[in-house]
Structure formats: C-alpha cells, structure tokens
C-alpha cells in the first residue's frame, strides 16, 4: 500500500483504472471513483472529517480538474476551518441552496442527485447518465425560474426521435422528481412536468411477448463470432446475461465468490425480485454447452 504522503499523479491514474475505488490520501483527504467517473477518467476529492462526535465529508472537486496538489492544499484549508468551529460542508449547503434560485437546471440536477440518488439508490449512475447524457445538453443551462412545459416537452421529444422510449419514460420521472424538489423547498412557484404523463414520454412499457428460439440464437451466435469488432468480451458478456436471467447492471455488480468456475455453477443474488430467482443456482456450463468455442484466431 502506498505511503500517503508519497502518493503521486502516477498512483491517482492507476487508482482510475481499477475502476470503482476509495483511496485515503492523509488527514482525511480521499480518492473516490465510482464505476461510470473511472470510465470516464474521472474521479472526486472528498475530505472526511468529524464536527461535533459526528462523521461528514465535504466534495472538494473533480479529478483531474483539481490536481492533487491543489487538493492537499484545499483541504488543509478546510482543516483549518474545521478547528475554528466551522462545519465545512454545511456551510456549503447553505451556500449552495442560498444562491439556488440563481441556479441553471443543471445545478439544480446536481443537488437533488447529491442529496436524494446518489447515497440511495443502488445503481445511482443509471440516473446520472440520463441527467449527464439527455437533460443537461438539452436544457441544463436554463435558470430553473424560466423552465416552461415546452422545454420539458424538447427533452422529452428528442430522447424518443432517438428510438430510445424506456429513457424517455425515465427522464420524464426524474424530470418530475427534480423539479418537485424545488417547488416544495419554494424555489420555483410550479413543476413544469406537472401535467405531463407516460403518453408525452415513451408510451406505456409492456412485456415482449416472444424470444429467441435456438435457430436465432444460433444466428446470434455466429454473427458475435464473425464481426471482429464486437469482440470476444461481449460476446462472453452477452452469453452470461442470457444463462443468468440478469440485467447488465446486476451482473456488473456480482462478486466472484458467487461464481464457481470449475463447477460451472453461480449462487446468485443477481436476480431482480420481480424476475423470482434471488439465490437461485443457476447452471452456467449446461446451459452454455451448446454454444461452441471461439473461431481460431
């Protein structure tokens, strides 16, 4: 492990490629990815402290945006602060929900994912990546004051010329969920997607009624094979989705002591609830066997 103080910009970069990660830099300074920040070469300074018996943290700002030089000293400043009797990061709060008013919607975006996503959620990064990718570019720099149903109406209109109705319905409900935030904390007078339902979105979500039988997923198979851009990894990743009944996210998360290789077996807690198979044992190998090995390089 490495000596704190000799941590440098070469451990900040390797830290980012182990993907999710939380690493004590000294005196309460730390190094926190997540999954989505580590893909995008991202990550946050966040200074862990104690005011008053109780533990807080307070985000400094974004690597690389903020050095580690400027972080060591940022938050030597806040220390400082700290030992005066200043709890930084409610300080902050205030300072942010004071000037919100004044706020585009992507400030407005940031707090509630700050303080209602991303410590409650499982996967808070499916939510941040239809605020980052969809609502921001679309509307983001408007002052939350000025947001009418027509703009709601643009996001929405542009996520479903795209093909894509399930995020559609999504941002419609973050949308929604954002913009109450505000009107009950008084800093909008009303929601402006109060009156939009599923039908302005992406229409109601029903169930597929058909799969793929073997001749398709034989298809599917040599045509995984046969595209050399697609890649081995996909591949793998698209036969175990299908053998385990999961969603990307939920197999993403798996932890390799749920997966016995040599057996071909995982005892998974993968499973959504509504799909009933948390803690099922799901045979990997006998499911897969029909599948063959790759074509020779």
Not at 43 to 68: Q, T
Not at 105 to 112: D, E, K, M, N, P
Not at 195 to 221: H, K, P, Q, V
């Amino acid at each position: 492990m490495e000596n704190a103080g000799n941590v440098t910009d070469k451990n900040l970069r390797a830290w980012l490629s182990a993907s999710a990660t939380a690493r004590g830099i000294g005196n309460g300074l730390t190094f926190v990815t997540t999954e989505s920040s580590a893909e995008r070469r991202q990550a946050s300074w966040l200074l862990r402290y104690r005011f008053a018996g109780v533990s807080r943290a307070l985000v400094l700002g974004r690597y690389p945006d903020l050095s580690l030089k400027a972080a060591r000293e940022l938050a030597r400043n806040k220390r400082a602060q700290i030992q005066q009797g200043t709890d930084v990061a409610v300080q902050k709060q205030v300072e942010k929900l004071a000037s919100l008013e004044e706020h585009h919607v992507a400030g407005l975006a940031q707090t509630w994912f700050d303080r209602l996503i991303a410590n409650k959620l499982k996967h808070p990064e499916v939510v941040e990546r239809v605020i980052r990718l969809h609502i921001k570019p679309a509307i983001g720099g408007l002052p939350i004051s000025e947001v009418r149903p027509a703009h709601i109406d643009l996001v929405l209109t542009r996520i479903v010329a795209s093909g894509a109705r399930t995020v559609a319905n999504d941002a419609m409900r973050y949308l929604f969920r954002m913009f109450h935030f505000a009107t009950k904390r008084n800093w909008i007078e009303f929601n402006p997607v109060s009156g939009f339902d599923i039908s302005d979105a992406g229409g109601t979500e029903s169930a597929r009624e058909r799969w793929l039988n073997g001749d398709e997923l034989a298809l599917l198979m040599r045509a995984m094979q046969e595209t050399d851009s697609f890649g081995r990894q996909n591949e793998l990743a698209v036969w175990l989705l299908l053998a385990l009944c999961v969603r990307k996210m939920e197999l993403v998360s798996a932890k390799w002591e749920e997966f016995n290789l040599k057996r071909g077996v995982c005892h998974t807690h993968l499973a959504a609830s509504e799909s009933q198979m948390r803690g099922a044992n799901c045979g990997v190998l006998q499911a897969c066997r029909p599948w063959p090995a790759p074509k020779p390089a």
